[in-house]
């Protein structure tokens, strides 16, 4: 007897599995606002130097700030003054409407700089000064971020593993918002970005655990769903988290609001079930007939399990590994395992820096950034809702590479000088982009054997963050050309778009349960589940 066996008997989808994805949800919500709260506290207002030490004797006494400013600071092509150099003296002479500052001797800022503080009360440049020569720093919290969130990936992969889903999960809840909270108070930047590390390093664990043991807790016809449903609470973050930002204007109290809905998940955790295939595969038969009882009373299926014992959980088969232990050395040890490893690690990476490229450059189209990081978030629901019709139609292959196609062909178009038209444009991709982003995650899960899906969901988890954490770089590469970041987003998403179709399609075929079934030196020898 199969696990997925026993779970069709108590009922694969319900109460109980509804009542694991409706708190796996709603606990996510922090780790996905951490994603995009650098799009908020690490935005550069406008400034320009403080000129505070040319007013000696308090000679500026009589002069509007207007007129300040144009004695103290030259004005750059576009109207607006400098921000990064002044006047080595004042320039009286300037208040002439006739005059001309073409030979006036100009200096870097001498005394610090003065922030538009309209829109924002404080971010980290305000905070710490982070611009003209330290312009890059503030992008690079973000960077900082996701290289912790790129290493927590294949740690709390391999420790969910060895310890069990629910500990894990805990620790992770724990020690993210711990981490999160003491990052708003920082006072120092290498004090913040350490803390960001650490933040983004144990944080990630909460979406990875959760989202196998909503996997491996409902049956295999309604796991293409749960996937759906799954990625649908990125976008209820990603929706929710604007709204949040318009009202609290301040970094430091931005990011503890975040943080904070942590506590709703550590207090719901204690109502998650621990995965009951990892307890029976490690010989921990009576914790698993446990919450199999469980699930069974709660989805009004109790007769089924009392005719199980907890001793015959023991011959259960969850996982035909024998007395191997499989490990990330397995993805590469043979040739056609070696292929997809490669082909869904390009695919990956493309897919995150295109979908954050696109996130992260929420001002660069004139527009209000909150309104269209809403929008951004709220594309997504039909973006999302299309695929479970997209992969059937299609195919996983198909819609994955036509994702990220269409995506690509977006991109490139958006380069009209209209914010709006750009906007629209980039809405556009955004959808195609969580389209191409829900489809890999199971697309990938369906490739890989049940050996090793677990480590192959965690070297891909591993690659895709890699992806993000150089997507704020990628877009920095504006500064040398106001397209140059477009264009490579561009070319990335259409040389991934061809390495998906080199995938093999897997929509009504077997799961494969080993490395021999990829490798296509096994035929036959079980009965193998058939995907729906």
Not at 59 to 77: A, Y
Not at 390 to 409: H, V
Not at 422 to 437: D, N, P
Not at 438 to 463: A, C, D, H, K, W
Request: proline share 3%.
């Amino acid at each position: 007897m199969k696990f997925e066996d026993l779970l069709s008997e108590i009922n694969g989808f319900g109460r109980f599995q509804k009542m694991v994805l409706c708190i796996n949800f709603f606990g996510r919500f922090s780790l996905a606002c951490h994603f995009l709260l650098g799009n908020f506290i690490a935005v550069i207002p406008s400034h320009h130097c403080s000129i505070s030490s040319l007013d000696v004797d308090e000679i500026f006494e009589n002069l509007t700030q207007e007129e300040r400013l144009t004695v103290s600071i030259p004005v750059q092509d576009d109207g607006t003054p400098a921000s990064c150099h002044m006047f080595s003296y004042p320039q009286f002479h300037l208040l002439s409407n006739f005059s001309s500052p073409s030979e006036v001797a100009v200096v870097q800022c001498q005394n610090g700089w003065e922030y538009d503080n309209s829109t924002f009360i404080s971010t980290l440049a305000t905070q710490w000064d982070l611009v003209c020569d330290k312009r890059a720093l503030s992008r690079l919290t973000t960077t900082i971020f996701f290289i912790g969130v790129m290493f927590g990936a294949a740690a709390f992969g391999s420790l969910s593993a060895m310890f069990g889903r629910k500990p894990m999960l805990l620790v992770s809840h724990m020690l993210g918002m711990g981490f999160g909270l003491c990052s708003a108070f920082s006072s120092s930047f290498i004090m913040f970005a350490v803390l960001r590390f650490f933040t983004g390093f144990t944080i990630t664990g909460s979406v990875i655990i959760s989202t196998i043991l909503n996997v491996e807790w409902v049956s295999i016809k309604h796991r293409k769903l749960v996937g759906v449903i799954d990625s649908l609470s990125w976008t209820f973050a990603f929706m929710s988290f604007p709204l949040v930002a318009y009202f609290i204007r301040d970094w430091r109290w931005l990011t503890v609001a975040i943080s904070l809905p942590t506590v709703t998940a550590i207090i719901t955790w204690w109502w998650v079930p621990e995965s009951a295939r990892w307890l029976i595969a490690n010989g921990r038969v009576d914790k698993a007939h446990y919450y199999l009882h469980k699930c069974a009373v709660m989805n009004r299926k109790k007769e089924v399990v009392v005719s199980i014992k907890p001793e015959n959980l023991a011959k259960i088969i969850v996982i035909d590994r024998g007395n191997r232990k499989y490990s990330y050395l397995d993805l590469v040890r043979t040739p056609k395992m070696r292929k997809l490893a490669l082909l869904t690690g390009i695919t990956w990476f493309a897919v995150a820096t295109v979908a954050y490229g696109i996130s992260f450059n929420i001002s660069s189209f004139g527009l209000n950034r909150y309104l269209t990081q809403f929008v951004y978030g709220a594309i997504e629901i039909p973006a999302k809702l299309s695929i479970y019709y997209l992969l059937d139609k299609f195919g996983r292959r198909i819609t994955q590479a036509g994702s990220l196609l269409f995506c690509n062909s977006v991109s490139f178009s958006c380069h009209s000088d209209k914010s709006v038209a750009r906007t629209v444009i980039a809405v556009l991709g955004k959808g195609c982009s969580a389209t191409s982003f829900g489809t890999v995650i199971l697309y990938s899960s369906e490739l890989y054997p049940t050996v090793v899906r677990q480590n192959g969901m965690g070297y891909n988890s591993f690659v895709a963050r890699l992806g993000v954490s150089v997507a704020p770089l990628i877009l920095l590469s504006d500064d040398v050309w106001n397209h140059f970041s477009q264009v490579i987003l561009s070319s990335l998403g259409l040389s991934a778009a061809f390495v998906a179709y080199l995938l093999p399609e897997t929509r009504g075929r077997c799961l494969p349960e080993t490395i021999e079934d990829v490798e296509g030196i096994r035929y036959g020898s079980e009965a193998k589940r058939v995907l729906v």
